[in-house]
């Protein structure tokens, strides 16, 4: 069963750049579309971006122009590139797949915090 494990976040400045990792526990992550979601304080988790396993991707309107999704599957890992960071983008951010999402199976997550 393939298992997702979130690093990479961290507290920066607002405007600043950061790099999310999503790194998966077996090759089936090759075939499986990727999902970073958010979750902020007081609020619902809300979809950032996805990556399917032909490298489509999909974004939010929030992120968009701001946010990369990108995967290397030799490397079993999806990338999530935050550029021009926001207060408004602090939150968890998680990675799952479909599948984890209909059973409501996450992870730890990993934490961004945005200063003024």
């Known amino acids: 069963q393939l298992q997702l494990e979130e690093s990479g976040g961290g507290v920066v400045q607002g405007g600043e750049s950061l790099t999310l990792f999503c790194k998966g526990s077996?090759?089936?992550?090759?075939?499986?579309?990727i999902t970073w979601y958010r979750q902020a304080p007081g609020l619902q988790r809300e979809m950032v971006a996805a990556?399917?396993?032909?490298?489509?991707?999909a974004s939010a309107d929030s992120v968009k122009g701001r946010f990369t999704i990108s995967r290397d599957n030799a490397k079993r890992t999806v990338y999530l590139r935050m550029n021009d960071l926001k207060r408004d983008d602090t939150a968890i951010y998680y990675c799952?797949?479909?599948?984890?999402?209909?059973?409501?199976?996450w992870g730890q997550g990993t934490q961004v915090t945005v200063s003024s």
């Open positions: 799952n797949t479909d599948l984890g999402r209909h059973y409501d199976r």
């Open positions: 077996e090759s089936s992550f090759s075939f499986t579309t």
């Open positions: 990556i399917s396993s032909g490298e489509q991707t």
